[in-house]
Each structure stands twice: as C-alpha cells, then as structure tokens.
C-alpha cells in the first residue's frame, strides 16, 4: 500500500509536507481524540452561542468564565490530593472527587458569568448602549480577568494535575478509545443533551427562545427579560465550568492566567460553524473543529498545523453557508 | 371606576415626544377604538399601555391602580394582554407553542386546555396547523395567532393594535367578526387601528389622536357620521 509515502510538492516550498500515509493510518485514532477535543469546544460554543443568541452580543470574555473555572479544578484537585503523578484511587473515590471538582468549577464560572453580566453589560444595556460598546466591553472584561489572574498567580502555568491515565477501553477500526476519551465525549454529550432539553422542553427554556426571537414580544407575553439573560449567562457559565474539568482532564499542565485565549476562540469558531444562536449547531461545530484539527495536524505532520487547518476550513465553509451549517435557530426570524 | 384610564400622558423617544398628554378610559366590558393616521401616537399609546415603552409624565391607572412604574411582564400578570402591530408571532416556534407563550404567566396551568379549544374554536384554521412554524403561517393566520396567543393569558384588557394591517378583505371582515365575538365573550378590548370604517362600526367609543393628542372622542356611530372624521379618515369627500 504505501506507494505513496510522502507527496512533497514538486516546486513548492519545503516547510509544507503532505504525509498521506500517516493521515490515513491514524485516519480513526484522530478521529476518536478530535471528538474528545470537539466535545469541550462544543460546551464552551454553548456559551458563546446562548449568549449571542439572546442578546446579539459575543461575549468575548466568556473563555475568562471558561479558565476561572479550570482555575477551581486546579485548586480543588490539589486540595484533594491530587498533582503531577496519578493517583492511586478506587475507581469511586476518583469518580467522588472529579465530580465534586466538576460542580465547583461549574459553580465558579457559573458566578462569574452571572457577575460579568451584571458588572460590564448590565449598566450598557440600561443605558441603551451601541452594540459597539458591548464589544469592546467585553474584550476589555476579558483582559482584566486574564491579568487579574496573571497579578495573582503569575506567568507560569499551575503544575500539573493528573487525574487518571487513560487505560483503554474498547476498540474500533483499529483505533483505541481510552476511558479518557470516553469520559470527556460521553459527559459533554449528556451535558448537551439536558441543556437542548431545557431550552426546548420546559417553560424557562421557551421564554429564553422567545427572548432570542423577539425580545419585545416575550416581554408582552410576560417574559422578564432581564431573568432570562442572567439565565443564559448562568447556563453558558456552567457548562464553562464543566468544560474546565474535561479541558484540564486532556491538558493537565493547561491552567494558566491565558490559557483560556486559544480555546475560546476555537469555541466561538465552532459556535459560527454550527451557526451561532444555534444550540445544536454549536455542538457540531465543536465536533468538526476537533477533528478537522487532528486531521491537518496529522496530513501536514505537525501540532502547528492544527489550527492553520481548522481555521481555514472554517473560513472555506463559511464561504459556502455564511450562517453556518444549521444557520441560526434560537434566534433571527426567517420569515 | 374605568379598567384603563390615561390621564395627560406624554412619552418620549429620545428628545422626541411621540405622546402629547394622551387622555382617555376604557370601561369594563367595552370595545374601544383609537383610530388615527401613520405616525399619530396610536402604536406608542399601546406600548405605553402594555409597558414597552415608558410614561415621561402623567397618569396611567389599571382599575384604580397606579401601573406607571410596573414592570412589563408583571402588567400581563395584572390583566393586560397585547396582540402588538406587526403581530411579532415566533417564526421558530410552531403554532401551539405560539399559544402556550400567550399563557406564559399563568399559574393555572390545568385550565389551559379550555382556553386552547376556545381559540381554537375562535380560529378553526390555528388547529388545522397546530404544529406548523409560526414564521411559515400566511399574514391572515400569523394575525389569528397573535390574537388568540393574546386570548391565551386570559386577559381583562386586551389591546390589539393595527389586526387588519397587510390582509386581504376577507380575512379583515372575518377578524373584526372574531373581536366583537371575543368582546361579547367579556374581554375589554382597546383596538388601534387604521381601517376606521370598521373599527368605529365595531367600537362602543371611539378616540381620535392626531400628532400625539387626542382630538375627538365619541360613540363609534357618532365618529361614523362626523363629517370631519369621513373627510380624513373614511375616504369619503
């Protein structure tokens, strides 16, 4: 089979290489660990997409909500014990602790959502601000949460927590999924699941989509406003927060003062290729931008082609659906 | 007591004052019209009424009470119901759940089905597409959809503004039947609308407003047979 090992370009320049043969060897194994990556882009897009939704606003400072929350896994598995080696726990106890670390961070970016929204939109919005000011706002509160974590705790990134090494569990097409993947796919998913239930099912998550559709009407249908965006704050931010636990999980040495930067604009990217405003087109998108990412990294032999790829897929399906792949659903009219 | 009285209201958008002392009432168990040309106050009036917009000065009670400074949402709790202009249905929300927004405030959640069968009995048609988007409903039927969601809180008041904006005669003919059916039933209604001719034969009283001030009020048949009102309002020289 390999014939052809490695195409070079005949003329073109030596820094781009396409490895054909690696890219269809680990074609499943990519495939599986993009899905894992995709799932915490995709519960990070809900935040950005749920938000855009409501309000027309990008919460630019939402991947601040997201790191915050890692920050409280960091301190609450250190806390208990954990650090640079894994530990040696029943599989009960680990399960207790990760669940414990999981509903504190979503707790913690849950508050900060809810207070970000309080402290830099709320005020704008009484004041009837320019869509302009929510922008820069948001930027702006993100980089004060970014280097008010950088003031508290350094440059450095906090050392390493391991939770479990991945022992695998199963196999498909040759490829190995370990119980650390499927952990990460399978939670995001459920996660998912419950939160597109609530939106769709119950009585809150109509009044939230009556808000994104059209804001004065749910207001004469007697929908409170203002509750509904501290709701959707408050869910963005625990997904966030559930996000973390899964995102130190993959990258343990990853809690770090900006660590957040790269990740949440990959979610935000995938929250667009979904279709923002779109719950479950962000989890799509989220999926794609995982996997799109191994692949390229994977075609072109290099981490550093992982997001060239991912973004320039995304630019290229843009170009075909400028509203993304499932188009806007919590919000616009298409009448 | 009147249900809704308006005592020399004024609003503004910006700088720009849309209402210039508004003073009007709506007894119990009346159907009321404001009718006046694009511009006049008539939409503000509402949003005023229902609390999307606020009051700069002047009173505005809901039977005997000061609502001024009521929330929007907390004044359907209180009673009133709007059906808004351009009826502002949910293009992404089917028919019933359209409807089910109508009764988003009520705590008597059991009851709803009886009042789902009364709207669908008032517009036969809503049934036949119960779970059709709302965005992909004709103009005559998104309308039917924002007065029967409205129907939906069991409102005191209901304000219905501009419901034969953009449909065809039949289905104008058929809405004005629907909305005295409606008021025969025992809801208030206070019904803004342009096709004076219709609305002043259905109204018990009418109110005319030109450039935010009310400048006629009457019974419906004494507007109808004014010859100031048929030379501006009715089309007749």
């Known amino acids: 089979m390999p014939v052809i090992s490695t195409i070079v370009l005949a003329q073109g320049p030596d820094w781009i290489q396409f490895d054909v043969e690696a890219f269809v060897s680990q074609f499943w194994s990519n ?3 993009g899905l894992a990556y995709g799932s915490i882009y995709a519960l990070v897009a809900m935040g950005y997409t749920m938000v855009y939704g409501v309000l027309q606003l990008i919460n630019f400072a939402h991947s601040e909500v997201f790191i915050v929350g890692a920050y409280a896994v960091f301190f609450v598995l250190s806390a208990l014990g954990f650090g640079p080696s894994a530990p040696n726990l029943s599989v009960a106890a680990l399960v207790g602790d990760l669940v414990l670390a999981m509903l504190v961070a979503m707790l913690v970016s849950g508050l ?58 199963f196999e498909i097409f040759g490829a190995t999924i370990d119980s650390q993947q499927l952990v990460i796919f ?21 009044g939230l989509r009556a808000v994104a559709q059209d804001p004065d009407t749910a207001t004469l249908m007697g929908v409170n406003k203002e509750r509904v965006i501290v709701l959707t704050f408050l869910i963005g931010g625990i997904l966030a927060g559930a996000a973390a636990l899964f995102y130190v999980m993959k990258v343990p040495a990853g809690v770090q003062f900006n660590g957040g930067f790269i990740l949440g ?51 290229g399906i843009l170009m075909i659906r400028p509203t993304g792949i499932l188009g806007e659903s919590l919000g616009r009219a298409r009448v | 007591m009147p249900l809704l009285e308006l005592n020399d209201v004024c609003a503004h958008y910006g700088r720009i004052q849309a209402l210039d002392g508004i003073t009007l009432t709506v007894e119990e168990g009346e159907v009321v019209t404001l009718i006046g040309a694009n511009g006049a106050g008539k939409t503000t009036t509402m949003r005023v009424i229902s609390g999307i917009r606020p009051v700069s000065s002047g009173k505005l009670l809901f039977d005997g009470d000061d609502i001024k400074s009521l929330r929007a949402d907390l004044r359907v709790v209180r009673g009133i119901s709007q059906s808004p202009e351009g009826r502002g249905v949910f293009p992404g929300m089917t028919v019933l759940e359209n409807l089910d927004m109508g009764a988003y405030t009520r705590k008597d959640r059991k009851s709803l089905g009886a009042d789902l069968d ?64 409606i008021n025969e039933q025992g809801t208030t209604v206070l019904l803004v609308e342009q096709n004076a001719q219709q609305a002043l034969s259905r109204a018990d009283r009418a109110y005319v407003i030109e450039t935010g001030r009310i400048v006629k009020a009457g019974t419906g048949a004494e507007l109808l047979a004014d010859p100031a009102i048929k030379e501006a309002y009715l089309g007749v020289a």
Do not use: C, H
């Open chain 1, 112 to 169: 900060v959502a809810v207070a970000l929204e309080r402290v830099a939109y709320r005020p704008l919005r009484r004041r009837n601000a320019p869509r302009l000011a929510f922008l820069i706002t948001a930027i702006g509160a993100s980089f004060a949460i970014q280097y008010a974590l950088f003031a508290w705790r350094g440059a450095n990134p906090e050392p390493a927590v391991i939770m479990f090494r991945p022992k695998p569990v």
């Open chain 1, 265 to 315: 604009i990959k979610a935000f990217a995938a929250a667009v290729l979904g279709g923002i405003g779109n719950i479950r087109g962000a989890l799509l998108g989220g999926l794609l931008l995982g996997v799109i990412g191994n692949y390229g990294q994977t075609l072109l032999g290099n981490a550093q082609w992982t997001d060239v790829v991912a973004f320039v897929v995304l630019v």
């Open chain 2, 118 to 181: 009364r709207v669908f009995s008032l517009f036969p048609r809503l049934a036949e597409r119960r779970t059709q988007a709302g965005g992909t409903l004709s103009g005559g039927e998104q309308q039917m959809l924002a007065i029967g969601r409205a129907l939906m809180a069991k409102p005191r008041l209901l304000l219905l503004d501009e419901p034969s904006m953009g449909l065809a005669p039949q289905f104008i003919a058929q809405i004005f039947r629907i909305i005295t059916e």
């Open chain 1, 31 to 33: 495939t599986i660990d």
């Open chain 1, 186 to 206: 399978g939670a995001a998913i459920v996660l998912m699941i419950i939160t597109d239930m609530f939106v769709n099912r119950t009585r809150l998550g109509r």
